[in-house]
């Protein structure tokens, strides 16, 4: 729970009061963006009071109201959490919360749909710190893994490109009952569609560089940590000397203001193109959380509140010049990294040197969408003209 606002407000009043408090917004309706890297004090005294006190300006790296207002709406968002801490990025978030965990010896589980950066980082920087990472099948049983060298589990769901689903509060009720720590990578759902923290997850992270900023300007992660990971949290940040730029705070936190109705459209409009895409002769599957095509589909039908904008399609083509055309003449779709944004992308999805511990017998070739806040109509006629392009 937030430090302030009361556990019976609803997500969409929470999404608009959390972290406005008075002392930091002073009246305003937004806190104003603190730059700051010395803070001056009154006294020698009122220095060392200062020393680890929360939500006391200190030094820069340990914040101001700008950065505390954004920690603040966002651990409200996630029921029973202890708090929130600030990344540069959501690659950062990920890589402190590991590092916040694990040490030399321990082993740690991933899925093999994860995220690749995330994956690079366990094979560069956590192999060489003698930790070692054991890919798993997210839709697999993980259980003959469990032995007492395994000190965590990281799980996303949806898995990245592909979308398979986990049985996330299952999967955090096993680790709970042998010590084992778990941490999620959030960015599909956000805790608006999966609130992590209520359903077991000890540390429940976000890249807030997509949905929660949600315009595309600005960098972000976060990681909200359940009671038992909070103070593990806060020493690694400090550690890592982790803070995040005020001026990115303040656009994450007025893109969280309209994540409720943001989402809300991403989801019915990457739902209309989806059923429209499943349709097509030239689409061998649609891979979305809320069609049956994608494994653990009831996964998600029983632990989300919905879905928001991002899948995938198989295309029927194997041919890599086919997709080329079908993506680079769409008018309405950008080809680009990230997702998350108002705008609609389009990315071409090659598997073949990310994943090790699964195999896919694809029909063809993949491209993931992300379905923006554009027309869904004009998106759909995009897409036709582009399906049409397919045929040599
Ligand atoms: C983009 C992304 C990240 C990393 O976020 P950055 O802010 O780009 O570092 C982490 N996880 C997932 C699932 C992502 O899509």
């Not at 083509?317 to 079908?326: C, G, H, L, Q, V």
């Not at 017998?361 to 582009?386: N, T």
């Amino acid at each position: 729970m937030s430090e302030e606002e009361s556990p019976d407000i609803r997500p969409d009043t929470q999404l608009v009061s959390g972290g406005r408090r008075k002392e930091w917004t002073a009246g305003l309706v937004n806190p104003p963006v603190h730059h700051a890297s010395t803070i001056l004090f009154d006294s020698v005294a009122d220095m060392r009071a200062s020393i680890g006190q929360p939500h006391r300006l200190h030094y820069g790296r340990q914040g101001t109201p700008t950065t505390w207002a954004l920690e603040e709406a966002l651990t409200a968002l996630e029921p029973g959490a202890a708090g929130t801490r600030l990344f540069p990025s959501g690659l950062a978030a990920i890589a402190t919360a590991l590092m916040a965990v694990v040490k030399p010896g321990d082993r740690l589980l991933v899925p093999d749909t994860v995220y690749a950066p995330t994956r690079a980082f366990c094979d560069d920087v956590l192999a060489g710190l003698s930790v070692e990472t054991i890919y798993y099948d997210p839709c697999g049983d993980i259980d003959a893994l469990l032995d007492p060298s395994v000190r965590a589990i990281f799980l996303e769901s949806p898995g990245s490109l592909t979308m398979e689903l986990q049985d996330v509060p299952g999967i955090c009720a096993r680790a709970k009952a042998l010590g084992v720590v778990t941490l999620l990578d959030n960015t599909w759902a956000t805790p608006l569609l999966f609130p992590a923290i209520g359903r077991g997850v000890d540390f429940a992270i976000l890249a807030c560089t997509k949905y929660i900023c949600g315009h595309s300007d600005a960098m972000m992660g976060s990681v909200t940590a359940a009671p038992a990971a909070w103070n593990a949290l806060q020493r690694a940040t400090r550690a890592f000397g982790q803070c995040a730029a005020p001026d990115d705070a303040y656009l994450t936190l007025r893109g969280l203001r309209t994540l409720g109705v943001r989402l809300r459209r991403h989801e019915e409009s990457g739902l209309k193109v989806a059923h429209w895409l499943a349709d097509r002769p030239e689409v061998a599957r649609v891979l979305h959380p809320a069609l049956p095509d994608t494994p653990g589909h009831a996964l998600w039908a029983r632990d989300f509140k919905g879905a928001s904008g991002l899948f995938s399609i198989v295309l029927k083509t194997s041919d890599d010049a086919a997709r080329a055309r079908f993506i680079d003449g769409l008018r309405h779709f950008g080809i680009g990294f990230s997702w998350g944004g108002y705008e609609s992308l389009a990315l071409p999805v090659d598997l073949d040197r990310i994943r090790t511990a699964t195999r896919r017998a694809d029909e063809g070739l993949i491209v993931r969408l992300h379905i923006g806040l554009e027309d869904p109509d004009d998106l759909i006629a995009d897409l036709a003209r582009g399906l049409a392009r397919i045929a040599p």
